[in-house]
């Protein structure tokens, strides 16, 4: 029961602020009068401002409070800035609440990950996994239904929002945790032992995934409008095809990596995701949607193996390495977007035409690296048996019978 709270909570934290993607227009340059640079950046500053509080807020917890009382309170008082957005007076006061919202719900979905590797036992691979599914499927549920409030009047977005994030506040108050242990001694940097020699790997991993989403929503989606004329509704069609399988997967690719190891699917679907993106120009539009599926089903295999790494590094390091994480996961997202901006500019041919193929190849050459350059230096440790195929067990670290 408390592995399905923890999902259900993380479902409904993604919900409120993918509600405020679709309206972006309506919230920011119809609302306030703002530019379509401002409509951008109020996507970008909560990131922003999340990098900076999620690690002060790691360190906190492990000092005062317990994890369910820390995600309940930051999801309650994430439920009054939305009010407080739907009555903001100027543009300026708007940002200002966006940014205070980004210090509050990024923190809450670290340690929402937190829980989930507390609770996750033997079978740490389907748990992780049913974690990956539920992010996803909280941003699959939101921009839909983003798009549908805003046709009703803007800011129903945010009375929406907070009704949810107060709905998850109290389901949050239901999870029971063990304890982390601790014997361990706590680090400078929130409990993140950065001399760890894999530590690098999960959180590489993190800011690949991330930036090269960056690069799918923002340059892929110029790119289907350029290229093919796409219409809305098919670049919505192509989003879901991608989306969809990413959500629904997650956690079987958690429990195919219970099974045979993360290492293997880690690598190979990394390898394979860069593939399958460089031929995004490369193909008819008809081929896209198989595409589409295709990506999606092996980020669902990348995401879920690289959750269960991440786990393995926080047995020996701490709970702090999920703050670091979602920081470069954070950051990957943030310089996506502006990277493929960089490339759209720089990368055209004599009549001016921008060289779609070659975007995508360079991004999928980048992945490839990547999972290359991770697979030699797993591989090291594998072999000197200091680092597990699988998931193992830390008996101390789940034995806490306290309630967290």
Not at 12 to 23: M, N, R, S
Not at 40 to 49: G, I, Y
Not at 188 to 199: F, G, H, M, V
Request: charged share 10%; aromatic share 8%.
């Amino acid at each position: 029961m408390p592995r399905l709270l923890i999902a259900l909570v993380t479902i409904l934290t993604l919900i409120p602020v993918t509600l405020l993607v679709p309206g972006l227009y309506e919230l920011v340059q119809v609302a306030h009068g703002g530019s379509a640079s401002a409509a951008h950046a109020f996507m970008t500053v909560n990131m922003l401002s999340g990098i900076i509080a999620v690690p002060l807020v790691m360190r906190w917890q492990r000092k005062v409070g317990s994890v369910r009382q820390w995600v309940a309170a930051l999801l309650a008082m994430d439920a009054v800035v939305f009010l407080a957005m739907h009555e903001a007076p100027s543009l300026s006061a708007l940002f200002a609440l966006r940014v205070l919202d980004g210090a509050l719900h990024l923190p809450a979905i670290t340690l929402l990950m937190v829980a989930a590797n507390r609770l996750a036992g033997e079978r740490r691979g389907a748990s992780l996994g049913l974690l990956g599914s539920s992010l996803m499927i909280g941003v699959a549920i939101g921009s839909p239904l983003g798009g549908w409030l805003v046709d009703s009047g803007a800011g129903v977005v945010y009375l929406v929002g907070s009704g949810v994030f107060v709905l998850a506040a109290l389901i949050a108050l239901g999870i029971s945790l063990p304890r982390a242990e601790q014997t361990r001694t706590p680090s400078r940097s929130y409990d993140w032992n950065t001399k760890i020699e894999l530590a690098w790997v999960p959180l590489a991993y993190a800011f690949m995934d991330r930036f090269v989403i960056g690069v799918f929503v923002s340059t892929f989606t110029l790119f289907l409008g350029e290229v093919h004329r796409a219409t809305g509704a098919q670049r919505g069609l192509l989003m879901a095809l991608f989306l969809v399988p990413f959500a629904l997967l997650c956690w079987p690719a958690g429990k195919l990596a219970d099974r045979i190891g993360w290492y293997k699917p880690l690598v190979i679907s990394n390898v394979l995701f860069g593939v399958v993106f460089a031929m995004y120009a490369r193909v008819p539009l008809a081929v896209l949607p198989a595409l589409m599926v295709l990506s999606g089903v092996l980020s669902a295999l990348m995401f879920a193996p690289n959750l269960l790494l991440t786990s393995e590094v926080a047995r020996r390091a701490g709970d702090g390495i999920f703050g670091a994480f979602q920081i470069a996961g954070s950051v990957g997202f943030l310089i996506g977007p502006a990277f493929g901006g960089v490339l759209v500019a720089a990368l055209r041919d004599d009549s001016g035409a921008v060289q779609y193929g070659q975007i995508f190849t360079l991004v999928g050459a980048l992945e490839v690296v990547l999972a290359l350059a991770s697979a030699v230096a797993l591989g090291r440790l594998l072999r000197r048996r200091e680092l597990a195929p699988r998931a193992t067990v830390d008996a101390a670290h789940l034995a806490g019978a306290a309630k967290a």
